[in-house]
């Protein structure tokens, strides 16, 4: 084996917080050699980020490395000086960052931004540095390089910064790429056009590339070898098609199973739980409280990182990585898939109609009016009772304001929405009373949704005393609904704050339920946690429903998750429907040309045993 | 990632103390404020013509005024009537400042910009000067002070609260607030006005050392409290005459409010200090 070209080597980080050190990572050791593309996949906190910075020494300052060593050729990046980092920074190394519209300063042109790099670092004269500019961007497969040399940030797209932050990154044909969810801010469609041209690129210029992402599905595409870090500690690493197919690790094979698939519906699996913040937690397996094959030695003794047969090439933190039992652990819980829709009779029963519903925004207070923007044309549809529409589009889609307009949030909102066969823009105060206890919304953010200075108590009770429910009935409702959703009644008087992201968003779930109603919009519910937590909530969604009887209108960027739940898909795009119909004929077979592009823009990977996985 | 983004350890000992201390000088001019209500040494309008400008002794602590007047008497006495101002024209522009920012805030659009160009105009007057302006209208005396700096610092309240409201206004909770059906007043009160406290008490605790100082100025000046009744501002109008023989009259109502000054800001300031860390922890 040639020498690795970077050597982590037990390292161990944490943080001061508060007077306190939280670790972050523990003797955390990976070895990239030269032409290797290495993913990182975990949940949040999980140290990803905080290994990948610490490569760059760009650690936050309340950040301590307690131990270990990154060498990159021999050289060690955490004690070299700062000359030493300088020549490496940029040069031999080289980062892109998740959010490109950040990452570029907004005041210089996109261009002079690059020959800067170019000019400083490889001494390059004005001239020579515009000229291979455009050759960088070209070979980022930028087909204009010349308007996009003289834009400035904000007048390209995300997926064109992105691009040019690739391009920054390659001017200086770097050993090694560290990317740090590089498609985490970018559109489906787009985020498949990046993995592309990252493989394409990779595979020209042969550099190593440390691709840390919480998407499976992006990373599976990409990598050759994958890590999986979980709560600071590497819980498995090996070549991809062996983590992807043969996980030898239940907390990698539990983040399988809940990962939602675009191929079918089937059952999708959450990990119960949260993931361990305790500071004493690398004593043990970090995993064991939500492990299902924990045994007492999983809590009294950390696991070492059991190489896993036929070679070594394939290591698991698990003291039962060689044991049978694991393959079983996640089985014996899978739910049924959730029932996709029985056939009805067309009209019969109907909840929502929305016709010809279009959103205006009048821009400014101008003496001058400008001309009004249109969030949405002319959109229609209809909902019958229990029934579950997803509404799927990328950023800018209008999908949102399609939820705020049914619920009478959005001024410039023309057109009908018939709720029960009453028109709801139409309404008398009281109408509207009545039909907003039967109508809930839930939002993408459940920090933001929830007001933080309200314990779960006040928040699941306030819908119940806006409708004059008596305190005591309020209190056995509020405890029954938080009990559906999975929360005990240690909750009730707790606040925001002290909630995992998870349990958050089960609040807010829990208070859009609390008047049972009859229908939920479900506004991105699970966008903002983690893979495992959203299989969990979306499991819960399922029951809620058929225990309610509610429907759902679930709006979605993520077409792997609305396939695990909704009966029919309506497809938004700039405020326009697309397409819309059943679920299944329009996954199978698109009409139209941007539903093609959505469903074939889903990163996906195979774990068919059989077969083995092998990025798409 | 929310490790990467957690703060940077706070030099939270010095930020302690600049409370410690802001409480401590705060709490120091209430209390000698409310002794001055009960006890002064000599009763603070008692004229002793034979003993002026009397230099700081056992016997007056502070010197004596022109008059033979005790010093430290009243600086005692007159201390309920600065703070009173203090406090007063704060809560006066709190309770005029918090309403308007809050229903701006809420309903933004038209009624927004017609009230904000509005508060900016106001904003760009000196508030002194603008307190003079009303005083002028209004006629000198403690109350009208009080008044006229309320209202003066109405603006600037505004202009800060409505900024936080409007942060606050953005969050889903109120959505959901409006989604539920809640009425606007509730909105504006329920919702979104307990997650703007912090810079509203901040806010307000620096505007009561400036009222302070906007207080003496105007008594200075002549038009606060009215002479025979003392307070600090005035106190320091009438020792100013004889700066050139002697400055210990002078000494009592300049560090009293100084100190009363310096004590409210850091308290301010301190608790903003700690209310951001433990958002930072909170957060982290």
Redo the contacts between chains.
């Keep these: 084996m040639p020498e690795p070209l970077l050597e982590i080597d037990g390292l161990s980080i944490s943080f001061r917080v508060g007077g306190r050190r939280m670790p972050a990572l523990a003797e955390f050791s990976l070895a990239i050699h030269a032409g290797e593309v290495v993913g990182l996949v975990g949940e949040s906190g999980s140290g990803k980020s905080t290994a990948l910075f610490a490569v760059m020494n760009y650690l936050p300052e309340n950040a301590v490395v307690e131990r270990g060593s990154i060498r990159y050729r021999g050289i060690d990046l955490l004690s070299a000086d700062r000359a030493t980092l300088d020549g490496l920074r940029g040069r031999r190394l080289a980062m892109v960052y998740q959010d490109p519209g950040t990452a570029l300063n907004p005041a210089i042109i996109a261009g002079d931004q690059i020959a800067e790099v170019l000019r400083r670092h490889l001494g390059f004269d004005e001239a020579g540095a515009r000229q291979r500019t455009k050759e960088l961007l070209r070979l980022v497969e930028i087909e204009d390089p010349d308007r996009v040399y003289r834009s400035y940030p904000h007048q390209l797209s995300g997926g064109m910064r992105q691009r040019v932050m690739i391009a920054m990154a390659l001017s200086c044909e770097p050993d090694l790429l560290l990317m740090d969810e590089p498609t985490t801010a970018l559109d489906v469609i787009v985020q498949a056009h990046v993995l592309d041209l990252v493989r394409s690129l990779q595979r020209k210029l042969r550099s190593a590339i440390l691709f840390v992402s919480h998407n499976l599905g992006a990373v599976a595409a990409i990598a050759h070898r994958i890590g999986v870090l979980y709560a600071g500690e590497l819980m498995e690493l090996g070549p991809a098609v062996r983590i992807l197919g043969k996980s030898r690790n239940p907390y990698t094979l539990g983040l399988l199973a809940a990962v939602p698939r675009i191929a079918g519906r089937e059952a999708v699996q959450g990990i119960p739980g949260a993931a361990s913040r305790d500071p004493q937690r690398f004593g043990r397996c970090v995993f064991a409280e939500r492990c299902p094959s924990a045994e007492a030695i999983c809590l009294a003794e950390r696991p070492r990182l059991l190489a896993v047969p036929p070679d070594a090439a394939q290591r698991s933190r698990c003291h039962f990585a060689n044991d049978p039992k694991i393959d079983r652990a996640w089985s014996q819980g899978a739910a049924a898939p959730t029932p996709s829709a029985q056939p009805r009779s067309a009209g019969a029963d109907l909840l929502l109609e929305v016709a010809g519903l279009s959103v205006e925004y009048r821009q400014g207070f101008r003496l001058f009016a400008r001309p009004a923007l249109r969030a949405l044309r002319n959109v229609s549809f209809r909902l019958p009772r229990e029934r579950v529409l997803a509404i799927v589009g990328e950023s800018g889609s209008g999908k949102s304001t399609l939820a705020r307009a049914i619920l009478r949030l959005e001024p410039g909102a023309s057109g009908r929405v018939l709720f029960e066969g009453a028109d709801v823009f139409a309404l008398d105060a009281a109408g509207l009373r009545r039909f907003r206890r039967k109508a809930q919304i839930v939002f993408q953010n459940p920090t933001s949704s929830l007001n933080p200075q309200r314990s779960v108590f006040e928040l699941v009770a306030r819908p119940l005393a806006l409708a004059a429910v008596p305190r005591r009935e309020q209190r056995d409702r509020v405890r029954a609904v938080l009990a559906a959703v999975g929360l005990g009644d240690l909750y009730l008087d707790r606040y925001p704050r002290q909630l995992s992201g998870g349990e958050k968003q089960r609040v807010a779930l829990a208070r859009a339920f609390v008047t049972e109603p009859l229908l939920v919009i479900l506004d991105e519910p699970t966008t903002a946690l983690d893979v495992s937590v959203q299989a969990a909530v979306l499991e819960l969604l399922a029951k809620e429903k058929e225990r309610l009887r509610c429907a759902y209108l679930f709006i979605s960027h993520d077409l792997a998750v609305v396939r695990q739940i909704a009966d029919e898909v309506l497809v938004l795009r700039h405020g326009t429907v697309q397409e819309s119909g059943p679920i299944e004929p329009l996954f199978e077979a698109p009409a139209n040309a941007y539903t093609r592009a959505l469903i074939a823009a889903v990163p996906s990977f195979s774990t068919d045993r059989a077969t083995g996985g092998s990025p798409r | ?9 706070p030099a ?1 000992r010095q930020r302690n103390a600049y409370l410690a201390l802001g409480l401590a000088l705060t709490l120091a001019a209430i209390a000698a404020a409310a002794l001055g209500l009960l006890y002064t040494p000599y009763p603070p309008a008692r004229i002793d013509l034979l003993h002026p400008l009397a230099r700081p002794s056992l016997g007056h602590l502070l010197g004596t005024d022109r008059y033979g007047r005790d010093v430290l008497s009243r600086v005692l006495a007159g201390g309920w009537r600065s703070l009173t101002l203090g406090f007063g024209a704060t809560g006066l522009g709190l309770a005029i400042g918090l309403p308007v920012a809050l229903a701006t805030a809420y309903y933004r ?2 009624v927004d ?1 017609i009230v904000m160009r509005f508060v900016d105009a106001l904003l760009s007057i000196p508030t002194l000067v603008f307190a003079l302006l009303i005083i002028v209208g209004l006629g000198p005396g403690q109350a009208q002070a009080i008044v006229a700096l309320g209202v003066a610092a109405a603006p600037k309240f505004v202009r800060i609260v409505r900024s936080a409201a409007l942060s606050a206004a953005s ?3 109120v ?2 607030a ?5 009425r606007a007043l509730y909105v504006q009160y329920g ?1 979104v006005l ?2 703007i406290w912090p810079p509203v008490i901040v806010e307000a605790s620096v505007n009561i050392g400036f009222a302070l100082m906007g207080g003496a100025a105007l008594s200075y000046l002549g038009l606060g409290t009215q002479p025979p009744f003392a307070d600090w501002g005035v106190m320091i109008n009438e020792a100013q005459k004889q700066i050139s023989v002697t400055f210990w009259p002078l000494l009592g109502p300049a560090l009293a409010i100084s100190l009363s000054i310096i004590g409210f800001n850091l308290f301010g300031e301190g608790l903003r200090d700690r209310l951001h ?1 433990r958002a930072a ?2 957060d ?1």
């Design positions: 990632m929310t490790e990467l983004t957690a703060a940077a350890p939270r659009g038209a910009q969050e889903d909770y959505t959901a409006k989604a539920r059906g809640e919702e307990p997650n860390l922890l909170a982290a």
